[in-house]
């Protein structure tokens, strides 16, 4: 699954999870950028990534996820 499969698949996740239409993400964007994305919706939020495309993530990567494209990034090594 290439990059942008794997940002248009959050794209949605996203709007869901926080309960927003106008999610716009990019590689660069953080949970600065995202109203809502605390630390419990980072927890939550990453749980319904690894639900969506049926992959775990370590307690390690949660911890240093700092933008979507680590995100992104880690699923794309995921799916390989």
Known sequence: MDSKTIINELQQLFERHFD???VVLS???T????RGW???AH???LG???GKFNINFSG???ANFKTVG???NSIAQKLC
């Open 20 to 22: 927003m239409e106008d």
């Open 27 to 29: 590689p660069e964007t």
């Open 31 to 34: 949970s600065c950028d995202i």
């Open 38 to 40: 605390d630390s419990f």
């Open 43 to 45: 927890v939550t939020l």
């Open 48 to 50: 319904d990534i690894e």
């Open 60 to 62: 390690f990567e949660i």
């Open 70 to 72: 680590d995100i992104i």
